[in-house]
């Protein structure tokens, strides 16, 4: 079979995260037997997408205007800022309304193996809007894995040093770990077992 | 938050079969962070694909070309068609490289309950090509579902009438139904169980 527009269009969906050669056969043969304005809509989407989104240049966030409209808002509360891996963790955290400080994307976690040491990571700037003065908590949004605590052992440690050096009043605080709610006990895995008691509250 | 670039990419993924809020968020988030030439590949191929897949005048299978490649292939066997629901059925068909006769898409299955009637399909010229008299088989390779059956009695009976009337000797045969290759008799529905006991064959 030669290659042609739909053989091109399946492999270039086939690359996009859990999508197999399968799906993306079945996605071709939807936008084809679909209005072609959707096609169309879709192709202006994806073309302008590099161009209409930036990182802002205060939290490293993806946003269409700089700074974004997070860092702009006077309303939410400028004394503490949550350190996330990536630039997508802020829409999964502002989605949980929990949180209405700022955000500060590190654009990584510290993994020597993998060659990414602090270097790497927006440490500088978060430095630089720490040292404003403003900022009184710093939570640590980042995944519980080796390279998530590792990160935040090395902050932890470079916190310490510009509260001594700048005479900084700043706690730094990391989201719990534990149970997932609904979880079930029997399928949780020792480590976050082990967490979750070591973390136990008050009933 | 506002409706920015990443919401309304994120908005049009989402309506792709098999393809959720969430996981369009992360196609949207990895389009991003990736190389902007893959986007605009993808934002090409899909500006241009309405327009450059066409229906075979002759079978209705997509192709860039009319007649497609199929059609046009002299080495295949002129002596049989292939009868199936849609032109996606082909390359499923074509993979199994198990045919090597020429295909007919219908453009449906009869289905009464959703006004679809014989009517809405491509029988007409299905039965034009059937008189030219060089056809000898047609394999009907529709569903084994309520409408495939109802469209297979169908062609049926209006390819006895023309047999009779145009004096052809065609002969109509179905896609065998069965136990799936790999599969396990306590996981078959009884109806399957039943049809592969009634199409039982000689070991």
């Not at 503490?80 to 997508?88: F, K, L, N």
């Not at 802020?90 to 590190?106: K, W």
């Not at 440690?157 to 029997?186: C, Q, W, Y």
């Amino acid at each position: 079979m030669n290659i042609n527009a739909l053989d091109r269009l399946t492999a270039l969906l086939s690359k996009l995260p859990g999508v197999g050669k399968k799906s993306a056969g079945r996605m071709v043969y939807h936008i084809l037997d679909g209005d072609p304005g959707y096609a169309q809509t879709l192709a202006a989407e994806l073309a302008g997408l590099h161009q209409a989104i930036l990182r802002c240049g205060i939290c490293g966030g993806f946003t269409e205007t700089d700074p974004c409209p997070i860092c702009s808002d006077t309303s939410r509360d400028q004394s503490v800022i949550c350190v996330v891996e990536r630039a997508q963790d802020i829409r999964i955290i502002e989605e949980s309304r929990e949180f209405r400080g700022l955000f500060h994307v590190l654009g990584g976690l510290i993994a020597p193996l993998e060659g990414i040491g602090p270097g790497s990571l927006s440490i500088g700037r978060l430095l630089g809007r720490l040292k404003t003065g403003k900022v009184r908590e710093l939570i640590l949004a980042l995944n519980p894995t080796i390279e998530g605590d590792t990160t935040a052992l090395y902050l932890q440690k470079l916190l310490k040093d510009i509260k001594t050096s700048d005479n900084l009043n700043i706690e730094i605080t990391r989201l719990a770990s534990g149970l997932p709610v609904g979880g079930d006990l029997e399928y949780t895995d020792r480590l976050t077992l082990s967490r979750s008691f070591r973390s136990r509250v008050r009933f």
